[in-house]
């Protein structure tokens, strides 16, 4: 099993920021079966302020590619991408389109 801690900004509206925690109470039934097939096996998504942290356990089936490719199939998934896109913003460095940034990890307590 393996973990990944990703990054993102909200954009830094209180109000934007509400309805992106509504619409993550109760994600769309198909953005559950696209996370799930993916190989993600558990998920959660922190927030201070507008920075947003999500950490990601996977399978040995998951891979980032595999991920984007479904995720290309799916028109739901585009369209719930689409409507996030409403509250995000790219963090600086991100490329054009890149949302979502995998972090590194520099410390571990065992």
């Not at 994600?27 to 927030?47: A, L």
């Not at 399978?59 to 409403?86: G, H, I, P």
Request: aromatic share 12%; charged share 30%.
């Amino acid at each position: 099993m393996k973990t990944y801690c990703l990054t993102l900004d909200l954009i830094n509206d209180p109000e934007l920021i509400r309805e992106y925690e509504k619409c993550h109470q109760k994600i769309w039934p198909e953005i559950y079966t696209s996370i799930k097939n993916s190989g993600i096996t558990k998920m959660q998504i922190y927030r201070f302020s507008n920075r947003l942290v999500m950490r990601m356990e996977v399978n040995d089936t998951f891979s980032f590619e595999y991920k984007a490719a479904l995720d290309a199939e799916n028109e739901r998934v585009q369209e719930w991408e689409k409507l996030m896109w409403k509250y995000q913003q790219a963090l600086p460095g991100a490329k054009p389109g890149e949302k979502w940034m995998l972090m590194t990890q520099i410390f571990e307590l065992e």
